[in-house]
């Protein structure tokens, strides 16, 4: 939570979603959102979220978001990506419901981290990724990332010691081996190239123009006189 606020300080008016198990992030990022959407996939599960008012969360399919197109401008999803079924099919999907220049931020878990390796751990479900294969994979996607951080270098416990000492190791995690995160942070944009209307677009023509080839020209025979 502490990495991903102040992330998005612009998102007055914005309409966010959030995917996977976003919920408990939502209400720090709510507060000043035009509309803010809870979607989880039906391997999750749904649950109720926020706790007073209209309920906001939806169980769906990631790969068929029962959204129109470029209907949100920011998407949060956490444990999305390493259980998704379709994952080409959910990336494809938010690319769509994402508005122009509209921005993507994924919390998933580090294959070279500790969170990875533990069943007890709410990343130790799923495929881990390295960084080379997010970054391969949101580009087939269309996705642009714009930037990269690192979260949760303490191990995977409920001790009080352990946690009463996470700011300590986080801080010593984040300066000495940032490459043994719990968790990889990426953003990424939805990037969309068009022409500009009204400017001729420039077409390719050879330079030289084909030309038939004469037909080959017969002798003709001279009749006997």
């Not at 209307?197 to 006189?225: E, H, N, Q, Y």
């Amino acid at each position: 939570a502490e990495r991903l606020a102040g992330r998005w300080p612009g998102l007055k008016g914005a309409r966010l979603l959030g995917l996977g198990y976003a919920a408990p992030f939502l209400d720090a990022l709510a507060g000043q959102t035009e509309r803010t959407l809870c979607f989880m996939p039906g391997r999750l599960g749904a649950m109720r979220w926020p706790d007073q008012g209209p309920i906001a969360t939806a169980m769906v399919d990631e790969a068929a978001l029962p959204l129109p197109d470029s209907a949100v401008d920011f998407a949060l999803v956490i444990h999305g990506l390493e259980i998704a079924e379709d994952l080409p099919g959910m990336l494809q999907e938010l690319f769509r419901v994402l508005t122009p220049q509209g921005r993507a931020l994924f919390v998933v878990p580090n294959r070279r981290g500790v969170w990875a390796r533990f069943d007890t751990s709410p990343f130790g479900y799923g495929q881990p990724f390295s960084r080379p294969q997010l970054s391969s994979l949101l580009k087939e996607s269309q996705f642009q990332v714009v930037s990269w951080a690192h979260a949760l270098y303490f191990p995977p416990s409920a001790r009080s010691a352990v946690l009463s000492a996470a700011p300590a190791i986080e801080g010593l995690g984040s300066r000495l081996m940032p490459a043994l995160s719990g968790v990889i942070i990426v953003e990424a944009v939805k990037q969309v190239y068009a022409v500009a209307s009204g400017k001729r677009v420039r077409r390719f023509s050879p330079r030289a123009r084909p030309a038939l080839a004469p037909l080959p020209t017969t002798r003709r025979m001279k009749a006997d006189p």
